[in-house]
C-alpha cells in the first residue's frame, strides 16, 4: 500500500513511486539462489486447494484479497502447479486496479521458483505469438488477388483489451526484473513496430494502442512524462 502525507509535493511523490520500484526491482534481481523445491515438502499438498489457488483465484484476483491471498500462497506447496499458475496468469483479465495484485503474485511465484521466470516469459511470448499469427495471416490474405480492401481493414480476431492488458503487465514485469529485459522490451517492440511502423491504412484501429502505450507505459519505459505533470514537478521542486 503506498503511504502518502498530505503535505508532500509532487516531486516527492514521484520520488517515492520511483524509490519503491528500484526496491522491488533490486530484491528480484538480487536472487542468487533459490530454496530446493523438496524444502517444500512440508507445505499443503491437497490437489484441490492447490489446483483452486492457481485457477480459481488467480483468475479472479481482487485488491482487497491480497493480504488472505499471500497467507494462503505462503501454505500451499504448488510445486507442481507452476504452469498452471502462468496460464491462468496469462490468460485472465484483469481489473485496472487488479493487475497490481497479478504482479505481485507473480513476485512471490517467482521467490520461490527459481524457473517461475522463465515459464512466466513463455505464457507471454505464446500470447504475443498468437498475435503475429493473426497479423502475418492478414498480410498474406491482403497479398492475394481481389483482397486489395483489406489493407484498410483490422485483421479479424485482435482482442484490443487484451492487447493493452498485457502490454500493461509486460511493462510492469520488466520493470520489477520479474521477466528479462530482453524478453520483455523484445515484445513491447514488436508491439510498438507492428502497431506503429506498419500502421498503413488501419490509423484509426491501431492509434488507441499507440495512444494507450504513450500513456500506459510511456513514463516507465521511454521517460515520457506528462507535460502537466511534470510542470508540477517542477513548480514544486
Avoid at 515438502?41 to 483468475?59: G, H, M
Avoid at 510445486?79 to 497479478?102: C, F, G, H, I, W
Avoid at 493473426?134 to 484498410?152: Q, R, S, T, V
Wanted: hydrophobic share 35%; with cysteine.
Amino acid at each position: 500500500e503506498e503511504d502518502f502525507l498530505a503535505d508532500e509535493t509532487p516531486i516527492d511523490l514521484y520520488k517515492k513511486q520511483l524509490t519503491k520500484k528500484r526496491k522491488r526491482q533490486t530484491k528480484n534481481l538480487g536472487i542468487e539462489l533459490w530454496a530446493p523445491e523438496s524444502s517444500f515438502r512440508k507445505l499443503d499438498t491437497n490437489i484441490k486447494k492447490n489446483t483452486t489457488f492457481v485457477n480459481a483465484k488467480l483468475e479472479n484476483l481482487r485488491e482487497n484479497q491480497r493480504t488472505s491471498l499471500e497467507t494462503e500462497f505462503k501454505k500451499l506447496n504448488l510445486v507442481r502447479y507452476k504452469q498452471e499458475a502462468v496460464t491462468t496468469l496469462t490468460t485472465s483479465r484483469y481489473k485496472t486496479n487488479d493487475l497490481p495484485l497479478a504482479v505481485y503474485m507473480c513476485e512471490l511465484f517467482h521467490h520461490r521458483f527459481e524457473d517461475f521466470q522463465e515459464l512466466l516469459e513463455g505464457g507471454f511470448k505464446s500470447n504475443f505469438g498468437k498475435i503475429r499469427t493473426i497479423l502475418n495471416d492478414h498480410k498474406k490474405l491482403e497479398k492475394k488477388k481481389g483482397n486489395a480492401e483489406l489493407i484498410n481493414q483490422c485483421p479479424e480476431g485482435l482482442d484490443f483489451p487484451k492487447i493493452k492488458q498485457d502490454i500493461k503487465f509486460v511493462s510492469e514485469l520488466t520493470i520489477l526484473g520479474l521477466i528479462s529485459a530482453k524478453a520483455g522490451l523484445g515484445m513491447l517492440l514488436y508491439i510498438l513496430k507492428e502497431f506503429c511502423a506498419e500502421n498503413e491504412g488501419k490509423q484509426k484501429e491501431y492509434n488507441d494502442i499507440v495512444l494507450f502505450c504513450c500513456k500506459s507505459i510511456g513514463e516507465d519505459i521511454f521517460g515520457l512524462v506528462p507535460r502537466d505533470q511534470k510542470d508540477d514537478m517542477v513548480k514544486s521542486d
